[in-house]
């Protein structure tokens, strides 16, 4: 990941390598990124279980929509 890319902003990430989640959060949050949304059709999880970073799990049907919401904003 870029970290410059990343600083401030929320990280929507792809775990289709099946990475713990806890390292993914870590990760996003020692690049200074405020959120993060994880895709994964493994994990199971939602804000509460990641402590104070904001952070929650999203199954990769519902991650189609916000991609192509996102890819619209470009």
């Not at 410059?4 to 990430?13: A, E, L």
């Amino acid at each position: 990941m870029d970290g410059k890319k990343i600083k401030g902003k929320i990280v929507i990430c792809d775990n289709d390598e099946d990475i713990n989640s806890y390292y993914k959060m870590n990760e996003v949050r020692n690049l200074e990124g405020i959120g993060a949304v994880l895709v994964s059709d493994k994990t199971n999880g939602d804000a509460s279980d990641f402590d104070e970073f904001p952070m929650t799990v999203i199954r990769s049907k519902d991650a189609v929509e916000i991609f192509a919401y996102l890819n619209s904003t470009k």
